[in-house]
């Protein structure tokens, strides 16, 4: 493998969630010309790729992961024309361009299906897995993961055609030799474009269990839901994710997706430079380290409302040692399906502090770090108060759930739904402190609500212009990441600490050492950095200069606040 081959390795990729990212025609959703007109911005931040969430034509049920033709653009972000000059303008800027790959599902709306539905022997018919029902039942008891039987009953032909998702997105038959070759010749279409790789879509699901057992959780889908509104603690949550687990055991994870991982691997290595990570946190999904896909996000670090040393340390212990020789990590804290990590993890009196350590850590821990467009800028989710105003129908799920089903007032009904619907972290990114954020002009209704916030300097013009902002601390370091090969490429050694609240490791790479300190807790420490073997002249990176200082060779750190020591050898 030859050094350019693993960019990815030392690359950070920055999530744009194009709807909310920068309306270039004022009609108040993003598109291509408003990504555009921000790649300068993008640059000078620091990032290194860019993951788009899915830009191809679709009726939007599922937020665009119900796509209608995987080789178009969407019209309403500038179509096909617009896409191209945008994968061109990032390329002129150095920055590389993953797309969505939505390998699952179609939308119903997609002509392969409304062929496959139109009669029982079109020959689309075995695209899609169409069975009868067992009498006036579904096939089986499987739920959709998003509530409801996960059949759906077509009364035109007689049979149910199966859907993890929603019923508008009914999953392909991968089982069928046509439809991996009209999907692998997709996944050529763009890789013969010039983009830089896929992040994998709900890549578990493409196979489900051919006998169609029923699955064994007694508890209802609407009672498991209800279980997860109610979690109160990190040990509540593993216990909800186990039965959730049980209750999709048919539906996922199936073995025959480690061979088709294989064979897509050899379509993308037909192309150099390409690079595939999986919306999975399935070490399997690895491979051998270089058969299958080449990074899968390690998820398990984000589920948890407070980031933690012993949460990291027992993350790291974990799971670092299961990959296999050649496997790089991948973490993240934050994309489209959860909430904002500066809301999520905050406490919300020092929720800045703690943003600025938990980015620290992400970009210091070993792998490649993902960021989610607007946490530059510090943006908090946005709560949403109207039933008008949801989008992503788990909102409205949520809702029906909590009103029909729990009994409660419309009030609390539109609370719990804004605090579980995803549109919360997914609204429009604050460009300015005009009107709607600069997002789209005043007199235009943004798709989701802003965060009013953007009035009060959450904004990317306010934050630009002050040498300490948020925006000006993710450009700093992420600069200083750039500086490091140890940071990037190094081993990794945790440390034990004798305070709970601080997290110590070492990355390092024949010529340079890094000791990272971060304090997770509220309260000042003193760290003397000899006692971590890092006695030399060192430079010092902080989450904030007023917080951080040296003191002889102590190192004196407020409550949340974390430094990298970078020394050379
Ligand atoms: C993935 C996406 C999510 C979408 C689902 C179905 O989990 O991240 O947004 O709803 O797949 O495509």
């Given at each position: 493998m030859?050094?350019?081959?693993?960019?990815?390795?030392?690359?950070v990729?920055?999530?744009?969630?194009?709807?909310?990212?920068?309306?270039?025609?004022?009609d108040g959703?993003?598109?291509?010309p408003?990504?555009?007109?921000?790649?300068d911005?993008?640059?000078n931040?620091?990032?290194?790729?860019?993951?788009?969430?899915?830009?191809?034509p679709?009726?939007?049920?599922?937020?665009?992961?119900?796509?209608?033709?995987?080789?178009?653009?969407?019209?309403?972000y500038?179509g096909?024309?617009?896409?191209k000059r945008?994968?061109?303008?990032?390329?002129k800027?150095?920055i590389?361009?993953?797309l969505?790959?939505?390998?699952?599902h179609?939308?119903d709306q997609?002509?392969?299906?409304l062929?496959?539905?139109?009669?029982?022997?079109n020959?689309?018919?075995d695209?899609y897995i169409?069975?009868k029902?067992?009498?006036?039942?579904?096939?089986?008891?499987?739920?959709s993961?998003?509530g409801?039987?996960?059949?759906?009953?077509?009364?035109?032909?007689?049979?149910?055609y199966?859907h993890y998702?929603?019923?508008?997105q009914?999953?392909?038959?991968?089982?069928n030799?046509?439809?991996?070759?009209?999907?692998?010749?997709?996944?050529?279409?763009?890789l013969?474009?010039?983009?830089?790789?896929?992040r994998?879509?709900?890549?578990?699901?493409?196979y489900?269990?051919e006998?169609?057992p029923?699955?064994?959780?007694?508890?209802t889908?609407?009672?498991?839901?209800r279980?997860?509104l109610?979690?109160?603690?990190?040990?509540?949550?593993?216990?909800?994710?186990?039965?959730?687990?049980?209750?999709?055991?048919?539906?996922?994870d199936?073995p025959?997706v480690?061979?088709?991982m294989?064979?897509?691997?050899?379509?993308?290595?037909e192309y150099?430079?390409?690079?595939?990570?999986?919306e999975t946190d399935?070490i399997a999904?690895?491979?051998?380290?270089a058969?299958?896909?080449?990074?899968?996000?390690?998820f398990?670090?984000?589920?948890?409302?407070?980031?933690?040393?012993k949460?990291?340390?027992e993350n790291?212990?974990?799971?670092?040692?299961?990959?296999?020789?050649?496997?790089?990590?991948?973490?993240?804290?934050?994309?489209?399906?959860?909430?904002?990590?500066?809301s999520?993890?905050?406490?919300?009196?020092?929720?800045e502090?703690?943003?600025r350590v938990?980015?620290?850590?992400?970009?210091?821990l070993?792998?490649?770090?993902f960021?989610?467009?607007?946490?530059?800028?510090?943006m908090?989710n946005?709560?949403?108060?109207?039933?008008?105003?949801?989008?992503?129908?788990?909102?409205?799920?949520?809702?029906?759930?909590?009103?029909?089903?729990?009994?409660a007032?419309?009030?609390?009904a539109?609370?719990?739904?804004?605090?579980?619907?995803?549109?919360k972290?997914?609204?429009?990114?604050?460009?300015?402190?005009?009107?709607?954020?600069?997002f789209c002009?005043?007199n235009v209704?943004?798709?989701?609500?802003?965060?009013?916030n953007?009035?009060?300097?959450?904004?990317?013009?306010?934050e630009?212009g002050?040498?300490?902002?948020m925006?000006?601390y993710?450009r700093?370091?992420l600069?200083?990441?750039?500086?490091?090969?140890?940071l990037?490429l190094?081993?990794?050694?945790?440390?034990s600490?004798?305070?709970?609240?601080?997290?110590?490791?070492v990355?390092?790479?024949?010529?340079?050492?890094?000791?990272?300190?971060?304090?997770?807790?509220?309260?000042?420490?003193?760290i003397?950095?000899k006692a971590?073997?890092?006695a030399r002249?060192?430079?010092?990176f902080s989450?904030?200069?007023?917080?951080?200082?040296?003191?002889?060779?102590?190192?004196?750190?407020?409550?949340y606040?974390?430094?990298?020591?970078?020394?050379n050898?």
């Amino acid at each position: 493998m030859t050094e350019n081959t693993q960019w990815w390795k030392k690359a950070v990729f920055y999530q744009i969630y194009p709807r909310s990212f920068a309306d270039g025609n004022d009609d108040g959703i993003g598109d291509f010309p408003g990504m555009i007109s921000k790649l300068d911005i993008l640059k000078n931040l620091g990032i290194d790729a860019i993951w788009l969430s899915p830009h191809y034509p679709s009726p939007f049920v599922d937020c665009g992961y119900d796509i209608s033709d995987y080789e178009d653009a969407a019209p309403e972000y500038g179509g096909m024309p617009e896409f191209k000059r945008f994968l061109e303008e990032a390329h002129k800027r150095g920055i590389r361009l993953m797309l969505d790959l939505v390998l699952n599902h179609t939308s119903d709306q997609h002509p392969w299906f409304l062929e496959s539905k139109s009669s029982k022997d079109n020959p689309k018919r075995d695209w899609y897995i169409w069975r009868k029902g067992k009498g006036n039942n579904p096939p089986n008891n499987w739920y959709s993961t998003f509530g409801g039987s996960a059949w759906k009953y077509d009364p035109a032909t007689g049979e149910y055609y199966y859907h993890y998702f929603y019923t508008e997105q009914p999953d392909l038959n991968w089982r069928n030799p046509e439809v991996k070759q009209a999907m692998f010749d997709m996944v050529r279409f763009w890789l013969d474009m010039g983009i830089d790789g896929f992040r994998l879509d709900a890549i578990g699901t493409i196979y489900e269990d051919e006998e169609l057992p029923d699955q064994p959780v007694k508890a209802t889908l609407e009672e498991m839901h209800r279980r997860q509104l109610n979690i109160k603690n990190d040990e509540e949550g593993k216990a909800v994710y186990k039965d959730f687990k049980a209750m999709f055991q048919y539906q996922h994870d199936l073995p025959g997706v480690h061979e088709l991982m294989k064979e897509l691997r050899k379509v993308v290595d037909e192309y150099d430079d390409r690079v595939m990570v999986g919306e999975t946190d399935e070490i399997a999904f690895y491979g051998n380290g270089a058969d299958e896909l080449h990074l899968n996000f390690n998820f398990p670090l984000m589920r948890t409302r407070k980031i933690t040393p012993k949460h990291v340390i027992e993350n790291q212990l974990e799971r670092l040692p299961k990959l296999p020789d050649g496997a790089w990590p991948c973490n993240t804290l934050g994309n489209h399906d959860c909430p904002r990590m500066f809301s999520e993890y905050g406490d919300g009196i020092h929720d800045e502090a703690i943003a600025r350590v938990n980015l620290m850590m992400i970009l210091t821990l070993k792998g490649t770090p993902f960021l989610y467009n607007g946490e530059e800028f510090g943006m908090s989710n946005v709560t949403i108060t109207s039933l008008d105003d949801f989008v992503d129908p788990v909102g409205k799920y949520i809702y029906h759930l909590e009103r029909d089903v729990m009994g409660a007032d419309v009030e609390t009904a539109i609370r719990r739904a804004a605090a579980w619907s995803r549109d919360k972290g997914r609204n429009p990114l604050q460009w300015s402190r005009e009107g709607n954020g600069g997002f789209c002009p005043a007199n235009v209704k943004p798709w989701l609500p802003m965060n009013p916030n953007y009035a009060d300097g959450v904004n990317y013009s306010d934050e630009a212009g002050d040498e300490y902002s948020m925006w000006n601390y993710y450009r700093k370091i992420l600069a200083f990441r750039k500086t490091s090969t140890a940071l990037t490429l190094g081993e990794q050694h945790i440390l034990s600490s004798d305070n709970e609240n601080v997290l110590i490791f070492v990355r390092e790479i024949e010529g340079e050492t890094c000791l990272i300190l971060l304090n997770m807790g509220d309260a000042k420490v003193i760290i003397d950095p000899k006692a971590y073997g890092f006695a030399r002249r060192f430079k010092m990176f902080s989450t904030d200069e007023t917080q951080c200082h040296l003191d002889g060779q102590n190192v004196k750190l407020d409550g949340y606040a974390g430094v990298i020591l970078k020394a050379n050898q």
